[in-house]
């Protein structure tokens, strides 16, 4: 055993999630399905739950050369960007094997040249409107492109080393490992396929997506709303703020623990881009008109999510890379056996997860701005308040098994999993 924990082969998975092979199966099922859903149930006529969706079933309204070509185009220059000669490095952590991979960081600068290729598109004219009118093209090549890639993957992890595969996706279920990612770190050279789709195409896309729905509202020869300027801008906030911290994604669950499959692969390239940007493309057909009042109190809302979100996962950062730095000796810690120290007081002592509360509270500004009469813009908040609270029962259960007693106790002294004195 300890063997294999060292390097060499990897333990086959024993333990299942998401209900196991049939949940996968499901999963792969129902996840783009959703997508779809989102897609017809939402559109200028009707968004509502209430309404059939008018489905189409002409295949070119899913599928025609223009999106194909968008979407290539764009994973492409997203690229060149993460290999051009620009950033940092950085290491990752400690593998099973003892050594570190070796990671780029330059996505902040990736986000502002693309930010400023798209401003020079609208500059000269570029008909970006496009990525309104061809929305389920671009949906429907992101979801092909998932399978396929998350097919390759596979069979790249199958021919592969077994010391590179993914502990959590190793359970000889071909559906469940091709779901949960059957290698832990797949690259080309050097090209870290998980860690370049995590932060870059499918995020920066997202923003992109928004900017294109507003466009389409200039291209009608309407003014933009004060409402779907405020989506736009606080989305495009979240993700530069995730590219600027892009250092900080290297110790999460996705990037330590959970192999590259579908489940990360279809999460970064369709489900983000296409599911979060449902609230501005809601508002192009259906404007809300905020009062003052309304857009002050969604910015105060957006300001408390994100000083909440922000200033926990940096403390939690800070205290793991350097757990004496002088600039957090007021905060308190429990040790414990495994060795790192749980903090106690701070944003960690107020609730187990308050990185979760101050995403939440986001959330849920971005939907305000949709206003109440529909509820298929706020499914992004109800879907990530499930997630996060599966999230947190997943990262419990890990913390359970590293450290044992001690995180009872930590428990005990923090009460509250995400809202304090609620849950
Ligand atoms: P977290 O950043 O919450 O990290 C959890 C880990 O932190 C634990 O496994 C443990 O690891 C460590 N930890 C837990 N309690 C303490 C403590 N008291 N003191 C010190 N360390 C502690 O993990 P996530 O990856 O789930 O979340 C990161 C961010 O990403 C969150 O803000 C989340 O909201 C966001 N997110 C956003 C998504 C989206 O789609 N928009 C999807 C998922 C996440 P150890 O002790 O081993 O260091």
Not at 143 to 161: D, E, H, Q
Not at 172 to 192: A, C, Q, S, T, W
């Amino acid at each position: 055993m300890a063997g294999e924990e060292k390097g060499g082969k990897i333990p086959r998975t024993t333990e299942f999630e998401f209900m196991g092979p049939i949940g996968s199966v499901l999963m792969l099922v129902s996840l783009p399905l959703t997508v779809y859903y989102l897609y017809f149930a939402c559109q200028p006529e009707s968004c509502s739950v209430f309404d059939l969706p008018q489905v189409t079933f002409d295949l070119s309204d899913y599928l025609d050369r223009d999106a194909v070509l968008i979407f290539i185009g764009w994973m492409l220059f997203q690229t060149l960007l993460y290999l051009a000669p620009i950033g940092t490095e950085t290491e990752g952590v400690v593998l099973r094997n003892g050594t570190r991979l070796i990671y780029k960081i330059n996505a902040f600068y990736v986000v502002i040249i693309s930010f400023a290729m798209f401003g020079l598109g609208v500059y000269y004219d570029y008909p970006l409107h496009v990525l309104y009118d061809k929305y389920l093209q671009l949906a429907t090549t992101a979801i092909i492109f998932s399978y396929l890639l998350s097919l390759y993957l596979y069979i790249k992890a199958a021919m592969g080393p077994p010391s590179a595969i993914a502990p959590r996706g190793n359970s000889g279920y071909f559906v469940y490992d091709f779901f949960m990612g059957h290698e832990l770190n797949p690259r080309i050279g050097k090209f870290d396929l998980k860690y370049f789709c995590e932060l870059r195409p499918g995020l920066i896309g997202w923003a992109l997506l928004n900017f294109g729905m507003v466009l389409k509202i200039y291209e009608r020869g309407e003014q933009p709303t004060a409402a779907i300027l405020l989506v736009c801008f606080f989305q495009a906030v979240y993700v530069v703020d995730a590219l600027w911290h892009e250092k900080s994604i290297l110790t999460t669950m996705d990037i330590v623990h959970d192999g590259f499959g579908f489940m990360l692969v279809f999460g970064d390239l369709a489900w983000v881009p296409f599911t979060y940007s449902l609230q501005a493309r809601y508002l192009v057909d259906h404007p809300v008109h905020l009062s003052n009042l309304a857009v002050a109190a969604i910015i105060g809302l957006k300001l408390l999510g994100f000083m909440i979100f922000r200033g926990s996962n940096s403390q939690k950062d800070a205290f793991r890379r350097n757990p004496n730095d002088p600039a957090l000796k007021h905060l308190k810690s429990i040790p414990t056996q495994a060795g790192s120290r749980l903090l106690v007081s701070g944003w960690w002592g107020m609730v187990r997860h308050p990185n979760y509360l101050g995403d939440i509270l986001m959330a849920i500004s971005w939907s305000l701005p949709c206003g109440f009469n529909s509820i298929l813009p706020w499914f992004y908040p109800l879907y990530f308040i499930v997630l996060l609270i599966h999230r947190e029962w997943r990262d419990s259960h890990e913390c359970k098994k590293k450290y044992g007693q001690d995180w009872d106790h930590y428990c005990s002294l923090v009460k509250y999993r995400i809202v304090p004195y609620v849950y």
